[in-house]
């Protein structure tokens, strides 16, 4: 008997020296294979693109990221090369096609960390601390930071609603980083709830209340309408009175949208949103409401605008105050190897502070239990997917569909490597 036609598998490559290098390919049925014990397959249904997935490129020796999913052997030979080839992740759902996991049904949808290719992909799970949670325990994946190795099913109404969905495919990965920034590592409350480092406890790096505490400084957020921005920004904009930072400087290309936000959360007063042709504006302001510290996060600025702005502080009275720079992010481009060794001297010579939000997320977990850390973030997250028509008014879902073409993530990729999405669009691919 012929065998039912099938639709071909494919994966995204990229190059891992090169990430402006990509292709699609296609790789033999995954099917054929016996599944191993305590594993499932499942096929990738819905996955987001953001700068973010540029850093899992850019960072993939450093951080491991590629070790997430290398290129099958069965790829075709020119791209099979694992230390040439790699397969970028991207956060998403996909569809458990098989499962020997006690627990996983067929047709199961699962939240998490997926490669952008259309074939069923191999996951050996373990249960965690919560129900429904579960860690991939596969050796070559141990090095990955934890928040990469967590999957969880999918609640049945969070299957119903595909535009929730979407947007959870282009926002709840790095919404965390945002949540946990305002959350803990400046606690709206730090003398009540033990404040957490930018790289979290295991770094054993000091981290005070007054470190945490905003209520008599300045902050400037760079690149604030990258996801990871707004996402600290609605949270920021919450904040009870008495624990919200003097002032607010958003620098954005999108100054408009963003300004409006901050003045329909009643931010007015408190917050200037510049262009980055605007930002020798924003020292004379802060100056005026003489704070004892100016706190910059970065979330992947433009070239030299943190240099510009440092120099402003410098040459000012703020001289005389304490500046801390969180170091979110990088921009939206693929850097060259002298970029990226710049980044990283600005990162000595300006004293940024490193963010990592899987040891961020690892902490908390450790000092609140896994239970009460998700119940948490689950329920904020939840508030925020329904005010987000006035959480990020501008923003659209941009649909595309499968892998290859300008339309699938291949596309994307392009889009994202040339710096060519705009903030107002959130890339989602129905494969
Ligand atoms: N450390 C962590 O744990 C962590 C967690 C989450 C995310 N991140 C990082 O944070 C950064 C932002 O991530 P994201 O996914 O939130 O980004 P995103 O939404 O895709 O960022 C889009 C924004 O990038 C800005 N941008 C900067 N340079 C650009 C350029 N050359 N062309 C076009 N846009 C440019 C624009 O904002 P403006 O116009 O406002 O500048 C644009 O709206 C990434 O580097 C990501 O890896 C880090």
Redesign the pocket.
Known sequence: MESPTRNPEMIHVVSKTDNRQHTVVNIPPSLDQTLPASSLRAQPVLLGL???N??YARGGDLLHWWKTYPVPPTTPSGYNDQSSWGIVPAWGYATVTESSIPGILPDSLIWGYWPTATSPTLLRLEPRDLEGHWVEVSSHRQQLMPIYNRYEQTHPDEEKNLDERAWCALFR??WV?GYLLNEYVFSPDPRAREPVHPLGAASKLPWSADDADLSSAVVMV????????RSFLWCLFDRPKESRPLGLVQ????PGALQEVADRKGWRVLSRTLA?TEIDQATRWIEGLQPSKVVIVD????DHVLHQICRNLQGSELRLCKTVIV???????VYTTEEVQAARAAMQSLGKI?????AIQDTVIDREGAGTYFGKVSHRWKEWLADRASAIPDMKLVWGQGIAGAMGIYGGWEK?SN?????EEGLVYAL
């Open positions: 953001t700068s973010n540029l850093s990965g790095v980083a760079l690149g604030a309408s990258t996801k990871v921005a620098v954005t290309s999108s980055y979330c992947g600025a433009r170091q979110m992010g990088g921009q939206q481009k490193q963010y990592n939000t899987s994202l710096g060519a999405v705009r903030p």
